[in-house]
């Protein structure tokens, strides 16, 4: 049910951004889908980053009345001056590491596909060189923070890629089987 995907607008901002279809198998994937392939379309045509997610969760609620929630964790990035913006609706804590320290970015907030006139959570700072961005579904459990943090910690100017796959395949092989999706995308 995980989607992912990054992007930038003709404005000078990077996005990255993880849907988590709530429930398993097909019907997850396609709303998780669909909630990233409207928001990347809505932001490249212009709209603003909260009337996009308004219209994606608008777009869920009336989708042939099926419930079809998704969590969205939306990163924005102004790559002219470093300021960038955590948007939230049910997603997982982003780690920041700012000068060596690890932040916990995190906000109390609704998926999309729920309700009506969705609440979007959104914090904002400031990033410089050297800076890294991790944003997780809730495949990497709370249980897998202790080592992301770790690692994370441990991470200096590298490949990014094999950072994180190495990261994915070491928090797999920790947890027990099961079918959860896990996407982490690192910036």
């Known amino acids: ?35 990233v392939t409207l928001l990347e379309k809505l932001i490249k045509a212009g709209f603003s980053v909260t009337a996009a997610i308004n219209t994606v969760n608008t777009s869920l609620i009336s989708k042939s009345g099926d419930e079809c929630s998704v969590t969205l964790d939306l990163f924005a990035l102004d790559l002219y001056t470093g300021r960038c913006e955590f948007y939230k609706c049910g997603a997982v804590d982003t780690l920041v590491k700012r ?27 400031m990033l410089s060189f050297g800076d890294v961005v991790v944003l997780c579904s809730d495949g990497v459990r709370e249980e897998d923070c202790y080592l992301l943090r770790s690692r994370l910690k441990k991470f200096t100017n590298g490949n990014v890629r094999n950072f994180t796959t190495d990261l994915c395949e070491e928090i797999r092989r920790n947890q027990p089987p099961k ?9």
């Open 1 to 35: 049910g995980d989607m992912f995907s990054s992007f930038q607008d003709d404005k000078g901002y990077f996005y990255a951004v993880i849907c988590d279809g709530m429930g398993t198998g097909t019907k997850a994937a396609i709303s998780s889908s669909l909630a």
């Open 179 to 187: 079918n959860d999706d896990m996407t982490m995308l690192t910036i």
């Open 99 to 125: 000068k060596g320290k690890i932040v916990d970015v995190g906000f109390d907030s609704l998926p999309l596909g729920i309700v009506n006139g969705v609440d979007v959570s959104c914090g904002t700072g």
